[in-house]
């Protein structure tokens, strides 16, 4: 079973950029579809960006032209970079098998100020 640590987080102001890192205990290249997720206080937890094993990509509508996701396999981590922050941004950053999802790990917190 894949364990799934996020890093990355912390805080930034409106318009710079932050790096996130989803790092896992096992082999993600058999995980055709790996996504982000975000969860903000008082909101349901949404679907940020996701990837194909093959490299396709999805992002929602709000980060379009500002996210970049990505993976490396050899690795075993998939990558958000997030350009141009904004504080509606704000929430905790989860990683997961967006097919069949396993075990959330802790999150990454994501903060963007004014």
């Known amino acids: 079973q894949v364990r799934l640590v996020e890093s990355g987080g912390g805080l930034v102001q409106a318009g710079g950029s932050l790096r996130l890192s989803c790092a896992a205990s096992?082999?993600?290249?058999?995980?055709?579809?790996m996504g982000w997720y975000r969860q903000a206080p008082g909101n349901e937890r949404e679907l940020v960006a996701s990837?194909?094993?093959?490299?396709?990509?999805y992002y929602r509508d709000s980060v379009k032209g500002r996210f970049t996701i990505s993976r490396d396999n050899d690795k075993n981590t998939v990558y958000l970079q997030m350009n141009s922050l904004k504080p509606e941004d704000t929430a905790v950053y989860y990683c997961?098998?967006?097919?069949?999802?396993?075990?959330w790990g802790q999150g990454t917190q994501v903060t963007v100020s004014l």
């Open positions: 997961n098998d967006f097919r069949r999802t396993i075990a």
């Open positions: 096992g082999s993600i290249a058999s995980i055709n579809v």
């Open positions: 990837i194909v094993s093959g490299g396709g990509t």
